[in-house]
């Protein structure tokens, strides 16, 4: 059975005061379990502290983008040396957000995606249609094209490690939550589109999330799915007690 995996995106929210005792409220009660694995992916200025206040905890650390070199002259970027010296262990690459309004493209995830093994940080790449996509029929073909150039190039290996997030983007931050049955169909699909890259046996392992208003009232229908293996969660994880809740419904 795969694991199922809770990710907790703050996005641009928190000051470093509330970062700190949201982990001081979670931390210890995450549950150590081979069900589960929780992450908050927490803003750049926060990451340093936070891994060392979850160290000898079950709650991970991700960053929420990076950039594909070591290092240079790029002002205003961070690198995977950087959030690895830290002691990151995840980063979201290709989020919807990114994609609409800082120019984030397949070719760059890609890039980013074969940075993060480069530098052992577990790449959580997402995918997802708009509305307008969705209503002209092209939800999987897009899917199937962000998901085959994301991962274009990695080793089955490093394709069993990744993390999928499909996230609709008519879905994030709006209340409207794509069926359980409509999500699970294009996670599905995500999942043939692994096996056709790869193997039968990689796509059996790899773990793909749902994300878009999932929150503890409708977590469990999602993940009772036979292809959702945890959630990308925005807003339902900024409050310690909400997203405690998420990491529960994991473990069941
Ligand atoms: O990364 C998280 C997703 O964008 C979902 O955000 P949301 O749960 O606020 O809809």
Redesign the pocket.
Known sequence: MRKKVI?G?W?MNKVLSEANQFVDDVAGKVPNSDNVEAIV?APFPFLATLVEKTKGTSLKVSAQNMHFEDNGAFTGEVSPVMLKDLGVTHV?LG???RREYFAETDETVNKKAHAAFKHDLTPIV?VGETLEQREANETKGLVESQVKRALDGLSDDQITQTII?Y?PVW????GKTASSEDANEVCSHIRNVVKEITSEAVAEKVVIQY?????PTNVDELLAQSDIDGA??????LEAESFLQLVEAGVK
């Open positions: 990710a995106n996005k992916c979201v989020h919807s957000e997402c997030a996230e879905a994030i931050g709006t994300g878009g208003s999932v929150k990308l969660v925005g807003g339902a994880s």
